[in-house]
Structure formats: structure tokens, C-alpha cells
């Protein structure tokens, strides 16, 4: 969920090596993509001379570039030859429902103005704009950005009409900055007696509706600047739906389109909101963010917990971030609390971006049965640790039997990643245990890392409200948990080596 790919106990010379060849993989996929090599391999087998052949190409330098597709996981090698892998055939190949080859070719239109990051950071804003764009020239562009759009919005339609399993959405929704329409149609497809209206720019819409044709008839269109009083001569929307329209401008703006939302929906009805966030898939989300800085007037990427607070302004509950799968996160918002309580929500994910706030590095789900056991931790506590005897160190802990016991009674658990020092590690496993408790998980219950270090003097055998067992003291293979989940925990080999806490939060 946090998509870091840095490791502070791991992350060296190569680390940077890597970050610094980012464009090649980038140029490996936009190569293979504008060459259509995934539909031109379809769902044969084809030779290296064959491939060659095809392309009139060099047939080593061609090899070259089909092995590392192979490692990259597009293609399979079997022998002499080459097949699509299964990533490739369901996501690369033009006439699939989810192709994807459209955004990737539209992240390869934004780089020019990438290679202006340092001058951007100089002047404030993006440096270059377009003159006098020839008009079919920009309507050419605008399809391919429709298309883009297109391509991410079906990938995650389904996302996010999941959060509205079960509930009864019917009469009318209102798609701003509609876009293909893909959110839309998803909406229409799952709750038959909506109906939608298509709000967006002429340019876009002209192009919108081309696509849809006639096939639609449960949605209109409306043309006009949503930057501008929406002019809409209708009745008010049940739904009104932002999805990727905040990030394509600064506060002012999104302040004034909330306003308009708040005047256009039904005190009965929903906002969704559905954008990157700065606390979800942290990394994606800043590099959007300077995505927007070098690409777009004055787009940004803002932290779910401001955009909230405007909507509470507006007379708006709502449940906080709602995160998706994906790189992406929903806040639904409503004036009436009770339909609110009807909108699922990933409780455990939601509970994770919470307890992410708190200063975790990172957390994992896991299931308790993935937790592994060694009777070689409770004999490091007594031969080789000068705390065994003290506070809840063992013996005063959980013996390896019991605690196999109590982790049948939870069903997750949720791996919570942490720094020294140990005091302020513990009390954070403290308060995460704390938030798991008051968002209705009645039996979370915390172990964490190391002797208790909470107070200066503990009475071993008196009861504590605060003391928690560390894994360790409890027969938890520490180092083989992590590994299992994530491959990469270190042995410290020198004194100032950076060291990972750890500690598990029990959830039923
Ligand atoms: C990033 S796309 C999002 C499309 C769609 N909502 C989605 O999530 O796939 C932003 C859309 O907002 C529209 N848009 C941006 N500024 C607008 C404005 N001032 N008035 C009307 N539409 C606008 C764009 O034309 C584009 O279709």
C-alpha cells in the first residue's frame, strides 16, 4: 500500500543505481507497445527470425530487446521461441477489453516536459505551452487522452462501484469532467435506473459522444467549464462523481468545484471523489504530483484529509480515505450520516491508512497463520539476554504453546514496521492498538518489540494496563515472518547498522 521501493536497512549504492535507470524500463515498454509487438505475437509462438522479419530488424539487436521483455515479465522464451506472457496477453493486446497500451503511450507524450524538472523547480510552474495548437491537430490529441483516460478508468470502474454493493442507487448521476465516460457506464452497468449526464468541455464531449454513438441511452451530455457556475437546468443529483479532476488544479479552484458540487447534490445523495491522495501509494502519489507540476497549468496532488475538511465545511460527512487496490483512493461524502453507513469500505485497508499516520515505515496484512513459531526465541531470551527475568521479558511472557493458542482466536494480523528507540516504537504499538479498538476490532490485541521500556521500574508480576509481550518473547520467528512476507529482513553486522522493529497487531 505504501509503495516505497526504499529500504533504509538495504538500500545502497544499487538503490540508487536503480532510481537512476528508471527511463530504461520506461523506454522498453513504449518501444514494444508503439511496435504493437504484443499483437503482432497474438496468441502464436513466433521465432526470432520471424520477429526480425517483421520488423526488418537487426535480428541480435532484436534478441536483445525480446530477453528483456522476457525478464520483465511481457514475454515468455520457450526454446526459439516467444509467446506473450499472460500479463501481456490480458493488458497489451489492442482489442482487449482492459488494454492499457493507450496510457502507456500517453505517459510517453508527458516526458518532454519531465526533462524540464530542474527549470520548473526554478521558475515555479511549467515551462512550456503548446502555441495555437492547429485545431485537428488538438482534436487528434484530445482522442488519444480521451482513449488514455479511458484505458486507467475501466481498469478501476469496478474498484469503486464495489464501495456501493447493495445499496439502492437509483435517479440521477452527475459525471464532472466525464472524460470517456468509463465511470459512467461502470455505475449504469451495476444500478440499472440511473441515469447519468456527461459534464465536461465541448472539445471533449464532441468526442465522447462520437464514441458512445446511440448506445447509451440512459446518458446525456452537458458542455460547459466546471470552473464556472455550473449552468445545469435540472433537477439536483443523486450522485456527482470527481474522478481525477481535483489534481488538474490548486485549491482555489477545487474549493470553488466542491462548492458547486455541494449546490448541485441531493441532501439525499453521494460525492465521490476519486483522485490520487498524498497518504495512499505515498510514492505514485508525490511523483503525480510533480507530474502535474512540469504537465499542467497548476494541477497538484492533495492530501485526502484537506479535501475532507473542506467537504465538513460544506456540511458533508464523510469516513475518510477510502483507499483503492490500485494507486488511487475515493472519499464518498453525503449530508445524510445514515447513508453513509451503508457504503462498504475495506475496513482493514481503511484502518491501515490510519495507523500509517501514527509513523509506521510500513505495514503488511497478513494471515495469522502466515505468523511462524521458533523454540529457539525463547532460549535466546535466557541464555544471551540480560533482560530475561525483568518486567514482562520471559519467563513473565507468553510461553511458545500459548501464544500458537492465541492466534487462533484472530484471523489477520497487521505486520507494523517501526525504528528505534523502543519507547516511542512501543508506545505507537500502543496507540495503533488503540485505533484498532475504537474502529470496532473489540479484540486487537498488540505484541511488540523488545522489553518493555515504558517505565523506569516494573513490578514483574503485577498486571500493567500498558505492557504488551514482544514477538520474540513469545516464540514468534520474527526474522522468518518478515521474510515470508516482504524477502527482506538483514542480520545487523555492525554496530551503527540501521535497525527494523517490529511488532504485530492481532485482529479478528
Ligand atoms: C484526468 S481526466 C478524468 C476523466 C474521467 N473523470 C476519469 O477519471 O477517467 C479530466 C477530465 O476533466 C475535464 N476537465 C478539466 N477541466 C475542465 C473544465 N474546466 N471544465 C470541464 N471539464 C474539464 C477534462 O476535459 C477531462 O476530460
Known amino acids: 500500500m505504501l509503495n516505497s521501493f526504499y529500504d533504509p536497512q538495504k538500500s545502497g549504492v544499487q538503490y540508487l543505481e536503480d532510481l537512476a535507470c528508471g527511463y530504461w524500463h520506461s523506454q522498453v515498454i513504449f518501444t514494444a507497445i508503439e511496435l504493437e509487438l504484443f499483437n503482432y505475437i497474438g496468441t502464436e509462438q513466433k521465432t526470432l527470425t520471424e520477429i526480425s522479419q517483421h520488423y526488418t530488424s537487426n535480428e541480435n539487436a532484436m534478441e536483445r530487446f525480446l530477453d528483456t521483455l522476457v525478464v520483465l515479465g511481457l514475454l515468455v522464451r520457450y526454446e526459439a521461441y516467444y509467446y506473450n506472457s499472460q500479463l501481456a496477453s490480458a493488458y497489451l493486446i489492442k482489442d482487449k477489453a482492459l488494454y492499457q497500451g493507450d496510457s502507456i503511450l500517453w505517459r510517453k507524450a508527458l516526458y518532454a516536459n519531465w526533462q524540464d524538472l530542474k527549470e520548473t523547480l526554478i521558475c515555479g510552474k511549467r515551462l512550456h505551452y503548446i502555441p495555437n495548437e492547429d485545431e485537428e491537430i488538438l482534436k487528434q490529441r484530445t482522442k488519444k487522452y480521451i482513449k488514455a483516460m479511458d484505458c486507467i478508468a475501466k481498469s478501476k470502474a469496478k474498484e469503486i462501484t464495489k464501495f456501493f454493493e447493495g445499496v439502492h442507487l437509483g435517479g440521477t448521476l452527475l459525471d464532472v469532467g466525464a472524460g470517456s465516460g468509463a465511470f459512467s457506464l461502470a455505475f449504469l452497468e451495476d444500478f440499472?435506473?440511473?441515469?447519468?449526464?456527461?459534464?465536461?468541455?465541448?472539445?471533449?464531449?464532441?468526442?465522447?459522444?462520437?464514441?458512445?454513438?446511440?448506445?447509451?441511452?440512459?446518458?446525456?451530455?452537458?458542455?460547459?467549464?466546471?470552473?464556472?457556475?455550473?449552468?445545469?437546468?435540472?433537477?439536483?443529483?443523486?450522485?456527482?462523481?470527481?474522478?481525477?479532476?481535483?489534481?488538474?488544479?490548486?485549491?482555489?479552484?477545487?474549493?470553488?468545484?466542491?462548492?458547486?458540487?455541494?449546490?448541485?447534490?441531493?441532501?439525499?445523495?453521494?460525492?465521490?471523489?476519486?483522485?490520487?491522495?498524498?497518504?495512499?501509494?505515498?510514492?505514485?502519489?508525490?511523483?503525480?504530483?510533480?507530474?502535474?507540476?512540469?504537465?499542467?497549468?497548476?494541477?497538484?496532488?492533495?492530501?485526502g484529509d484537506w479535501v475532507c475538511k473542506l467537504l465538513k465545511k460544506l456540511g458533508f460527512y464523510d469516513e475518510g480515505l477510502l483507499p483503492l487496490e490500485s494507486d488511487t483512493a475515493l472519499i464518498i461524502a453525503s449530508k445524510s450520516q445514515e447513508l453513509l453507513k451503508k457504503v462498504h469500505r475495506d475496513q482493514k485497508q481503511y484502518l491501515m491508512l490510519k495507523l500509517k499516520k501514527l509513523g509506521f515505515r510500513n505495514l503488511q496484512l497478513l494471515s495469522t497463520e502466515d505468523v511462524a513459531f521458533t523454540e529457539v526465541a525463547a532460549v535466546k531470551c535466557q541464555f544471551g539476554c540480560q533482560h530475561y527475568g525483568l518486567g514482562k521479558c520471559p519467563p513473565n511472557s507468553l510461553p511458545i504453546e500459548k501464544t500458537k493458542k492465541l492466534l487462533k482466536e484472530f484471523k489477520y494480523a497487521l505486520l507494523l514496521e517501526g525504528e528505534p528507540p523502543t519507547k516511542g516504537f512501543q508506545k505507537k504499538i500502543l496507540k495503533a492498538e488503540k485505533e484498532a479498538y475504537q474502529q470496532g476490532f473489540y479484540k486487537a490485541f498488540s505484541l511488540w518489540a523488545g522489553p518493555c521500556s515504558l517505565c523506569s521500574q516494573c513490578e514483574p508480576k503485577s498486571s500493567c494496563p500498558q505492557a504488551r509481550p514482544s514477538m520474540e518473547g513469545c516464540g514468534i520467528d520474527v526474522f522468518q515472518t518478515v521474510k515470508n512476507l516482504t524477502g527482506n529482513l538483514e542480520t545487523v553486522k555492525n554496530k551503527n547498522d540501521y535497525v527494523k522493529y517490529f511488532g504485530l497487531l492481532l485482529l479478528e
Open 192 to 303: 440499472s435506473t440511473l441515469k447519468a449526464t456527461l459534464f465536461d468541455l465541448s472539445s471533449v464531449i464532441a468526442i465522447t459522444k462520437e464514441n458512445l454513438a446511440d448506445t447509451q441511452p440512459n446518458i446525456s451530455y452537458h458542455q460547459g467549464n466546471i470552473l464556472e457556475d455550473w449552468q445545469l437546468q435540472t433537477e439536483k443529483f443523486h450522485i456527482i462523481l470527481l474522478s481525477n479532476i481535483l489534481h488538474a488544479y490548486s485549491e482555489k479552484e477545487v474549493e470553488h468545484i466542491l462548492n458547486q458540487a455541494a449546490k448541485w447534490i441531493d441532501p439525499k445523495g453521494f460525492i465521490i471523489i476519486h483522485d490520487f491522495f498524498l497518504e495512499h501509494y505515498s510514492l505514485k502519489a508525490r511523483l503525480s504530483d510533480l507530474n502535474m507540476m512540469v504537465n499542467t497549468y497548476n494541477g497538484k496532488v492533495f492530501e
